[in-house]
């Protein structure tokens, strides 16, 4: 028997075996606690501030969606200011608006409802503007009437433009000069 311990040789450890004793031993030392108490007031003012940045999109979406199917988007009432000679039934006829229709549309495209309107004879200018969230109103500028023409005993209204109503009247209603004996040729331009 031998008195003696008998010495190893060192085994030579390779580098991750190195990092993992070095790891070990560094995880028995005891660990500091920091004192921050801050982060958590700080975290939460993040978590609120991300939390509006994507409320308030899905909040306005949904409003904007809302109002969209709501009756307020819808047209509501139409009247029409400045008609002498035509009747307003007639222009809001001509502009083909209807209670389906919605505002927002009108507002993105006004001219074409207007275009409708100035295609009749005795219109010379249109404009539509939107009151009330939903009421829709047609200001009308008529050609000027000149006088009256008399055809088979009525009186049809001539305008500026020399264009003459197909609709007559048993009686003139207003003080306009009447014109008699004028055919066709000689009231075309």
Known sequence: MAWFKRQEKPVKQTPWEQYQAQTKAQSKRPKVKANLPN???LRRNQLRRNLWLVVTPIVLLLAFFGYMV???AKVDLVTV???EITPDQTIIDASHLAKSDLILGLLMNPGKVTTRIEKLPEIKAAKLQVSDWHNVTLHV???TPVGYVVRHNQYHLVLETGYIEAKG???PNSNYPIFTG???KSCQR
């Open 70 to 72: 709501s009756p307020l």
């Open 182 to 184: 004028f055919t066709k």
């Open 141 to 143: 500028t008529e050609y």
């Open 39 to 41: 982060l958590t007031a």
């Open 169 to 171: 009247q048993t009686n």
């Open 81 to 83: 200011t400045g008609t």
